[in-house]
């Protein structure tokens, strides 16, 4: 065991690297079964389904008063519902005794309810006349009002219902658009991203224990030999760990917000007509004047499950025109920031002589990728696709051609030939974005959980930093080292929502034996 006086020297030292600032806490103690902080706060109420007509509507409230709510509007004395069975009652307004509707009602005592509070629910009819009436007479019971926007969910980070990653994934499964959003979404909401994330700051605090006994036990000969060495290696794969999960090519924040599709060439090549088609309407103006396109026209659409932002841009040339050449150097702009760039190309306009075709192709690529970017031989597949279009203005025997001249050229991209105007070839072009959608964005049910918020990435590019300050200073200054593994610690914190001194004190006294 520690000596008592060893005992109150280390807690001092611990509870004295308290940040000035730190996250909410996670409310854990109980008062009758409700988090303390939570046993106090208002009760809310708010519409918890869509606004709008709809066959039903929900309506929650949460809190101390939720209990009083639901007796008063529907008429029950004494007992309160069976918890988590709905009940079919006419609901009155508290004051006039009026009835508003009638409709199914359910009770969830805490802790065992999505806030951890108290809670009710109202299943009412989705006209608008009733949700307001009922709404209305929620306000008017004392120690209750409106929620403001998220503070459900904030209740159940604060009741330790949630992490921060769960909330972050419920509220990217409430605004998923695609059938891959919703999954990697849900993923992430079940707890699986949360859970590296916490098994990560459990090592590090494993690794700040140990540096930190080691630092004021081991003059004293009260340490255990090989503390620090175990530290090398933890550190080495923790970083392992870290970076396979940094190197992801953002295929989870691409997958979250949308992959940013560019459609590019030069005038007149059917750019918008490409753009209408795939979104099958008349998004952009079509005509046959060079230059129509000035400026950006963007559209959301959903490739095989996969969200894509997909942008028509003006057709690049020289200009004299000055809002035209504002328009291409938007374009080129657009180019520089996309995942993927569909470079359109009319297809009247290649060489006569086929031999000549993949020369001219090259060149048109080249003058479509940024200046930095131009590669010596080979165009980068993942970013580009190559669309020929008007293929339907060719002759039988010039297109039999192409397609032969194009098999045998090397490094192009993928290259694909449509036609706007009829849809000859779209089928085959489509299965061919998507696969390049679907490699861009990955499988968001396969492997480890991905990345999928920036601010997850730059926490962890500062906790990787923080641990190579442990690995530069740990032979030099080990106060210094141990600050590092400290900020990584802090790095990964701002992640989960959750770090404190006292689960630190726990492995002290739990992980290994002080003078022994």
């Known amino acids: 065991m520690l000596p008592s006086v060893f005992c109150g020297m280390w807690r001092a030292a611990v509870h004295s690297l308290r940040p000035r600032r730190t996250p909410a806490r996670r409310l854990v103690s109980t008062r009758d ?14 519409l918890s389904s869509g ?62 309810s999505f806030t951890g509070e108290d809670s009710v629910e109202f299943h009412i009819h989705g006209g608008p006349a009733v949700i307001t009436a009922v709404l209305h007479a929620l306000g008017s019971v004392p120690g209750m009002r409106p929620a403001e926007a998220g ?26 658009e695609t059938e891959a959003q919703r999954r990697q979404a849900l993923r992430q909401m079940s707890g699986e991203l949360g859970r590296l994330y916490r098994d990560w700051t459990h090592k590090v605090k494993r690794c700040l224990a140990h540096v930190e006994a080691f630092i004021d036990f081991s003059e004293d000969e009260l340490i255990e030999d090989g503390v620090l060495d175990k ?31 560019v459609i590019a060439g030069a005038t007149n090549a059917g750019k918008s007509s490409l753009l209408n088609t795939l979104c099958q309407r008349p998004a952009a103006i079509v005509s046959p004047i060079a230059g129509t396109t000035r400026d950006v026209v963007e559209t959301a659409l959903d490739i095989g499950g996969f969200p894509v932002l997909l942008s028509d841009t003006a057709g690049l040339r020289e200009s004299p025109d000055l809002v035209e050449r504002e328009g291409v150097r938007r374009a080129r702009e657009r180019v520089e920031q996309a995942d993927l760039t569909l470079v359109v190309v009319d297809c009247t306009r290649l060489p006569s002589d086929a031999k000549k075709i993949a ?71 489509l299965a061919v974005l998507h696969n390049s959608v679907r490699t861009l964005c990955g499988n968001p049910l396969s492997c480890a959980p991905t990345l999928t918020q920036a601010r997850h990435r730059a926490h962890l590019q500062q906790c990787f930093a923080a641990l190579a300050q442990y690995q530069r200073y740990r032979d030099i200054d080990l106060a210094l080292a141990a600050e590092g593994v400290r900020l990584a610690l ?27």
């Open 359 to 429: 020369t001219f192709l090259q060149g048109h690529l080249s003058s479509v990728l940024p200046t930095q970017e131009q590669p010596e031989t080979v165009f980068p597949e993942d970013r580009f696709l190559l669309v020929l279009n008007k293929t339907d203005l060719l002759p039988e025997g010039n297109r039999l051609k192409l397609d032969r001249e194009l098999r045998l050229v090397s490094g192009l991209p993928p290259v694909c030939q449509i036609s706007c105007n009829t849809n000859e070839g779209l089928q085959d072009f």
């Open 151 to 176: 503070e459900f969910t904030r209740r159940a980070f604060q009741a330790g219902k949630l992490g921060l990653t769960e909330v972050e994934g419920l509220g990217d499964l409430i605004h998923a």
């Open 33 to 46: 079964g409700v988090p303390v902080g939570l046993a106090d706060a208002e009760t809310i109420f708010a």
């Open 51 to 112: 606004h709008g007509r709809c066959g039903v509507a929900v309506v929650r409230a949460s809190g101390p008063a939720s209990a009083t709510a639901l007796r008063c509007m529907t008429g029950l004395s004494c007992n309160l519902p069976p918890p988590r069975t709905a009940l079919l009652r006419s609901i009155t307004d508290p004051q006039s005794k009026e009835v508003l509707d009638r409709g199914l009602v359910l009770w969830f005592p805490a802790p065992h």
């Open 231 to 261: 530290v090398d290696k933890w550190v080495c794969d923790l970083q392992a760990e870290m970076e396979r999960h940094l190197q992801d090519e953002r295929r989870g924040e691409r997958l979250r917000s949308g992959v940013q599709v």
């Open 490 to 516: 802090m790095s990964l914190g701002r992640i989960t929502g959750r770090v404190g001194a006292e689960e630190i004190l726990d492995i002290i006294f739990k992980d290994f034996c002080i003078g022994k």
